[in-house]
């Protein structure tokens, strides 16, 4: 025969327990949410130009598009693999997560397309963003 009060003494130790892992566990997601792996952020703004050979030049939305679509941003490992590949928006520019580390941040090159602001190697940190502009020269003249 069970002593009184046993059921209500495990029924505090149940509760106890539950409580503990449930806070165990909310503290594991709150400090690793998602994967767990925590990311930063490479961004920027690009700009490209000129797009006709002559100004005064009447560029179409689809033509800006396509020559923003034809200029890939590149970053890779330096000396390595690929890591991401994106493609530039006219108005909102450009935004990649990426793991902490060195990275090697280029352009797909179309023709004889330019810019002094690559290749550059940028160091990316947990939760914090790196900015990188990029100015692109079509070598249009």
Do not use: W
């Not at 009184?4 to 503990?20: D, K, M, N």
């Not at 990275?103 to 810019?115: A, C, L, P």
Request: with cysteine.
């Amino acid at each position: 025969m069970q002593k009184p009060g046993f059921y209500r003494s495990l029924f505090i130790v149940t509760l106890i327990a539950i409580t503990l892992g449930v806070a165990i566990f909310l503290g594991s997601t709150i400090a690793n949410p998602g994967s767990g792996v925590a990311t930063g952020t490479l961004s920027g703004k690009v700009t490209i130009g000129p797009l006709c050979p002559v100004e005064p030049c009447t560029v179409t939305p689809e033509r800006l598009a396509s020559a923003y679509a034809a200029r890939t941003i590149v970053v890779s490992v330096p000396g390595g693999d690929v890591i991401a590949e994106t493609v530039p928006d006219p108005q909102n520019g450009y935004s990649v997560a990426l793991k902490p580390g060195t990275y090697r941040v280029d352009i797909r090159h179309t023709g004889i397309d330019r810019s002094p602001d690559l290749p550059e190697t940028v160091i990316i940190r947990a939760d914090e963003t790196v900015r990188l502009d990029i100015s692109i020269d079509t070598g249009i003249r």
